[in-house]
């Protein structure tokens, strides 16, 4: 019991200085995408809420936002190469710029996709083409850097999107591939700790997160083939599940809860939860079309799912049963953040922003506006992707170069 308490401490970043209103990772400190801030806006002004700042030099991509300790820490492409950027969260100046990797192209928007992530006064980030760098905080000197192809990795076909795992000693990421799917790094040095040999599935867009199951601190990912749960301490194989229907694209983060292991998918894919027994045996609890969920993220908020589901709109979803809540076409398709039980939710056609209670009891708005400015350098087929952040009373908000930072806080 001692262990997992010092597990689950070290993932929430307790032990490492974080402030409760920091966003270290994509999604957060425990990968829900769940701010615990309080005392936020419950309704904004009818202009939207007071933009504080704009930066112009992001650089393509749709690497989203981690903030620690007052610094912004995002990616972006200038001319052929991938960088980190790092802000000051405040103010918006730069504070450092270093490179990751060259640029990956796709007929979708040039540049990185995944989020960096802060483990104390380093930082981690994986490059379109797989470079997995691992940075000082402060400065952004490189101290080493690996890559997906010297462990049997191949560039999936819209580039490494995955935002990787710093898991107590060792960095997570997913290079995919006959010597492993998952892949376990020594996240001071770099050198290698494990790989996944008993799960060889090629990487797709999904990110891992944790969970404390059956006495294991295991590491839940998924590929478009199958769901899987891997033993941190070694990269054993403690389960799996197939998902055969995740053929073209598998992007939304898992979500873990009570044994329940929940995925959904894009195209006409649908929505499964998985029941792990206490012998490490998956049962498909429901398998349904409610959440056809693309990439914008689904979010367990209680007992409900909330996220947009290509089949009907904005859908809250019954965690246990699958069953529908509840279906709104209020806004289009987009992106979703849950903060002081509000729900931020961006439109990716138009970069409009609307906040609506986290309630399973229907739609209720308490105000939109819309991003303004937006980019004249995304290409057509691409839409505003990047994923909202809220942080120490602060709204994060991207479209390739430019970056946008609103006053939130009550």
């Keep these: 019991m001692k262990t997992r308490l010092a597990s689950a401490l070290l993932t929430l970043g307790l032990v490492t200085g974080l402030h409760a209103t920091d966003w270290p990772q994509f999604r957060g400190a425990d990968r ?11 309704q904004w002004p009818t202009e939207g809420p007071k933009k504080v700042w704009t930066y112009d030099q992001g650089g393509l991509g749709y690497s989203g936002f981690s903030i620690v300790n007052g610094t912004l820490y995002t990616m972006g492409a200038r ?4 960088f980190v950027i790092a802000l000051d969260a405040i103010t918006g100046k730069e504070k450092w710029v270093a490179e990751v990797g060259v640029l990956l192209t796709n007929n ?16 981690y980030a994986l490059s379109g083409k797989g470079s997995l760098v691992c940075l000082n905080a402060q400065d952004g000197k490189q101290i080493w850097k690996a890559e997906m192809t010297e462990f049997g990795g191949k560039v999936p076909g819209w580039g490494y999107t995955e935002s990787v795992l710093v898991d107590g000693s060792n960095v997570i990421s997913t290079p995919g591939g006959s010597k492993g799917t998952l892949l376990a790094l020594d996240k001071l040095t770099g050198k290698l700790a494990w790989q996944s ?4 599935d090629g990487a797709h867009y999904s990110s891992v997160i944790t969970a404390e199951l059956n006495g ?66 998956p049962t498909v609890a429901y398998e349904n079309a409610n959440m056809v969920n693309h990439h914008g993220g689904v979010i367990l908020v209680g007992d409900y799912l909330y996220g947009f589901s290509d ?3 904005w859908t809250c979803q019954d ?17 979703i953040h849950c903060a002081d039980g509000m729900l931020y939710l961006l439109e990716e056609a138009t970069g409009t922003v609307a906040l609506i ?54």
């Design 216 to 281: 294991t601190h295991q590491l839940i990912a998924r590929t478009a083939n199958s769901i899987a749960g891997i033993d941190s301490k070694d990269g054993k194989l403690l389960w799996k599940q197939a998902f055969p229907q995740g053929k073209t694209a598998v992007i939304p983060t898992p979500i873990y809860k009570d044994g329940q292991v929940y995925v959904a998918a894009g195209y006409n894919a649908g929505c499964m939860a998985i029941k792990i027994d206490s012998n490490n045996q």
């Design 319 to 335: 965690f246990k049963t699958g069953d529908v809540k509840w279906v709104e076409k209020k806004l289009g398709k987009g992106a």
């Design 32 to 42: 829900t995408d769940i701010s615990t801030e309080k005392g936020l806006l419950k």
């Design 79 to 82: 001319d052929s190469e991938e």
């Design 311 to 313: 089949k009907g709109g």
């Design 197 to 200: 040999t008993e799960w060889t």
């Design 108 to 123: 979708w928007g040039d540049g990185p996709r995944g989020t960096p992530s802060v483990d104390g006064d380093r930082v």
């Design 357 to 410: 209670d986290a309630s399973p009891n229907g739609w209720s708005e308490h105000g939109r506006f819309k991003l303004e400015p937006q980019t004249a350098l995304r290409k057509p087929q691409g839409k505003v992707w990047t994923h909202p952040v809220v942080s120490n009373g602060r709204l994060y908000l991207r479209d390739q170069e430019l970056i946008s930072c609103f006053e939130v806080k009550g």
